[in-house]
């Protein structure tokens, strides 16, 4: 019945930018962490960033000072603004709403920085 629905990939030259965005279908209740993982080829799923309820943001180092993750709860939406991209940020992007239940993931979205 929940879906999370993502989009704003595609493909930027290294400097580069993109947004993504991540909008919950149907309502999630009880959502206390917002993220962002990412899986390049061949390697394992790695977080990105985390926007939690109340608290800190996280952000994984190798993103900090590029990447701001952010959330607009009135939309069930999650963002992720990416700046200064570089060819390893390529990868497929998927974003998670962690409730006390269980976790929901977007169906990923392809992210390529490349010249």
């Known amino acids: 019945q929940v879906q999370l629905v993502e989009s704003g990939g595609g493909l930027v030259q290294p400097g580069g930018s993109l947004r993504l965005s991540c909008a919950a279908s149907?309502?999630?209740?009880?959502?206390?962490?917002l993220g962002w993982y990412r899986q390049a080829p061949g390697k394992q799923r790695e977080l990105v960033a985390t926007?939690?309820?109340?608290?800190?943001?996280n952000y994984a180092d190798s993103v900090k000072g590029r990447f701001t993750i952010s959330r607009d709860n009135a939309k069930n939406t999650v963002y992720l603004q990416m700046n200064s991209l570089k060819p390893e940020d390529t990868a497929v992007y998927y974003c998670?709403?962690?409730?006390?239940?269980?976790?929901?993931w977007g169906q990923g979205t392809q992210v390529t920085v490349s010249s």
């Open positions: 998670k709403f962690s409730s006390d239940f269980r976790d929901y």
């Open positions: 149907g309502t999630i209740f009880s959502i206390n962490v």
């Open positions: 926007a939690p309820s109340i608290g800190r943001i």
